[in-house]
């Protein structure tokens, strides 16, 4: 019986580059501080009318066209991000009207980094239960949108980005176990305060910069290492499968220290640790997506060999996914 995987990859970056050096005459920053504390050479930004429903509908049209389908195919999007085009309606609902997907029921997700992971096994869920045949899975930002340009603690982290997947019946690529977590007790070290019931906008928030997106990022990079070792693994076993089985771990790209340190703990090489961190720094739910489809467009990953997505973020959540490709 064939189960739940990949049908289709696709991704969108805007072509705008904004490198260190531009970083450099915005806020008192180095291209050898950015380097070295975070691996980030430069990151994409999406121009002003640009909206996060834009890249995800260039990701989806590719994914679609990848997976040999039609709009009209698609029965369910589910989209991931933290910078919805707007509270609502979904921004899933959005990308259905551009891409022509008149068949899809939509919703969104909102669990930040790992968001795209978690969209992955919602998606196993309704095909290998048969509620579905073709769920298109997105994770697409546009974080510059939210980044506060004053801030160098933040503002030299984050790009724009999406990426997208089909997922359906397959024989190969397809999702053999999965892991999801979450601790609310962590939600403070990153959000964004305002905007939100808690804090409607008003003249004050906005003068405060709380519409901006706030990390406690020391914090961060303590549990990060700790909590995307522990999904990988337990998603693993799950697959009743060893470490030394994993041809290639994808993760979330935050930063490349927490991604060497991650290799260490995991015990397994760097060259298992996909990385396109340099190019496009953190995009959120749409990193470990991007990341997804170079690495299959970059052949890293031969047929038969399995495959580890691990992403952790605010929430904080954290969750991995296994597929045999
Ligand atoms: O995807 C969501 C999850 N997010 C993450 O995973 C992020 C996790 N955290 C991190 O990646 C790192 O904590 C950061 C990259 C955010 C910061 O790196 P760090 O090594 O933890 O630096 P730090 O915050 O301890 O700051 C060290 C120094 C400070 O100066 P003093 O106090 O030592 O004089 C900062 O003020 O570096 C300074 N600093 C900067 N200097 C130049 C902070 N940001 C910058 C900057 N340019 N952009």
């Keep these: 019986m064939q189960k739940a995987g990949i049908l289709g990859l696709g991704c969108y970056l805007p072509p705008k580059k904004l490198t260190n ?3 450099e005459k915005m806020v008192e920053t180095s291209d050898e501080w950015i380097t070295t504390r975070t691996g980030i050479k430069e990151r994409r930004i999406a121009s002003k009318e640009v909206a996060a429903s834009d890249l995800g509908a260039e990701a989806s049209r590719a994914a679609i066209k990848d997976a040999g389908l039609l709009p009209e195919d698609i029965d369910l999007i589910i989209t991931a991000t933290i910078t919805p085009d707007m509270a609502f309606p979904a921004t899933s609902c959005i990308i259905q009207d551009k891409i022509g997907a008149k068949n899809a029921a939509c919703f969104d997700i909102n669990a930040a980094c790992s968001g795209f992971v978690f969209t992955m096994v919602i998606a196993q869920q309704f095909v290998n239960s048969g509620l579905y045949n073709h769920v298109l899975v997105v994770g697409t930002e546009k974080l510059t949108s939210i980044v506060d340009w004053k801030d160098r603690l933040t503002c030299v982290l984050f790009g724009d980005g999406a990426g997208a997947c089909v997922v359906g019946k397959s024989k190969n690529r397809v999702i053999l176990s999965s892991f999801m977590g979450a601790d609310g007790s962590g939600g403070h070290l990153l959000s ?3 905007g939100g019931s808690r804090l409607p906008a008003t003249e004050d928030t906005v003068k405060d910069r709380l519409h901006f997106l706030k990390m406690e990022g020391n914090e961060v990079f303590k549990i990060a290492v700790r909590i995307m070792v522990d999904a990988a693994n337990k998603a693993i076993k799950k697959a009743g499968l060893g470490r030394d089985d994993i041809s290639l771990f994808i993760p979330h790209q935050a930063n490349i220290r927490i991604l060497l340190a991650v290799a260490k703990r995991l015990g397994v090489p760097q060259e298992k640790i996909f990385m396109n961190i340099e190019k496009y720094g953190n995009m959120s739910a749409a990193s470990t997506a991007v990341a997804l489809v170079e690495a299959s467009q970059e052949n890293r990953i ?3 060999e399995h495959v580890v ?6 929430g904080l959540t954290y969750g991995a996914v296994v597929v045999k490709w």
């Design 309 to 314: 997505l691990v992403a952790f973020g605010g």
């Design 21 to 23: 050096s531009d970083l």
């Design 302 to 304: 031969k047929k038969g």
């Design 192 to 194: 964004v305060p305002a």
